[in-house]
């Protein structure tokens, strides 16, 4: 087990656990208000002040070559759904990593990699769970949290320790290449796999076809017209 460090504000905390002087495998800041939370494709994250959780997590995977990246997305995206179904809350993982309930997101996930040569050397896995907040901003598209699904608050300490456990659980997985069943569960959980549904594709437009996995480096796998390809990041867009 790593240190947690509480902070009450802080800018964001992934910035904060990018200090090696200061965080190492399986460390923890956490912070109570962050005033620049950042999320995925330069986004902001807003979280309200004490009602969520906003924490990173430090791992040094370097035993993971930096092909097998995705592995820490799929261990991540895990640990938080473990730990939702912990408390009777089913959510699905939305590729790359958001984790929804039906169509609305209830975490963000944002992890930075370090690599050292061909390895990776440390992550910074920055977390952002919707606990208590039940009202968002308007900018806030499909939000959701723990408290809206449930209709009951929660404890934010103890989720805390919930999901921290998960997490190492998740890791030890990693350590242990026990890469198949992570690859497993990370399907059984996949938001619209093997589901018809509708896609944005840059230059091609909207596209109707069916998720059907993901590579190793993390592509998504979308079958359309009868055929399969591969997507990464950005290339292509689900239509909520
Ligand atoms: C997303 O856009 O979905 C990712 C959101 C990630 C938010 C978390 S909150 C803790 C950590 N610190 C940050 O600045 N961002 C992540």
Redesign the pocket.
């Known amino acids: 087990m790593g240190k947690v460090v509480v902070l009450q504000e802080c800018?964001?905390?992934?910035?904060e656990a990018a200090d090696k002087e200061s965080y190492s495998h399986g460390d923890v800041v956490r912070?109570i208000c962050?005033t620049?939370?950042?999320?995925?494709?330069g986004?902001k994250?807003d979280?309200t002040p004490g009602e969520n959780l906003?924490?990173?997590l430090v791992w040094e995977p370097s035993f993971l070559h930096v092909s097998q990246q995705f592995l820490i997305s799929e261990a991540v995206a895990l640990a938080i759904t473990d730990t939702l179904a912990e408390y009777g809350i089913e959510a699905q993982i939305k590729w790359t990593n958001?984790i929804y309930i039906g169509e609305r997101?209830i975490?963000?996930?944002?992890i930075e990699h370090s690599l050292c040569g061909a390895s990776l050397s440390r992550s910074i896995v920055?977390?952002?769970l919707n606990v208590n907040q039940t009202e968002f901003p308007q900018w806030v598209s499909n939000p959701d949290s723990m408290a809206v699904e449930a209709g009951c608050k929660f404890d934010v300490d103890e989720v805390f320790g919930r999901l921290y456990i998960n997490l190492a659980r998740r890791y030890e997985m990693l350590s242990a290449g026990d890469y198949a069943a992570i690859r497993a569960d990370y399907y059984g959980r996949m938001f619209r796999r093997d589901v018809g549904a509708r896609f944005f594709i840059p230059e091609e437009g909207e596209v109707f076809g069916k998720i059907r996995g993901v590579e190793d480096n993390g592509a998504l796998i979308v079958e359309i017209e009868g055929l399969c390809r591969s997507f990464l990041f950005k290339e292509i867009e689900f239509i909520i």
Request: a positive charge; one cysteine or more; hydrophobic letters at 30%.
């Open positions: 800018g964001s905390t992934n910035i912070a962050q620049a939370g950042r999320g995925q494709r986004h994250w979280s906003t924490f990173s958001d997101k975490c963000g996930i944002l920055g977390i952002g």
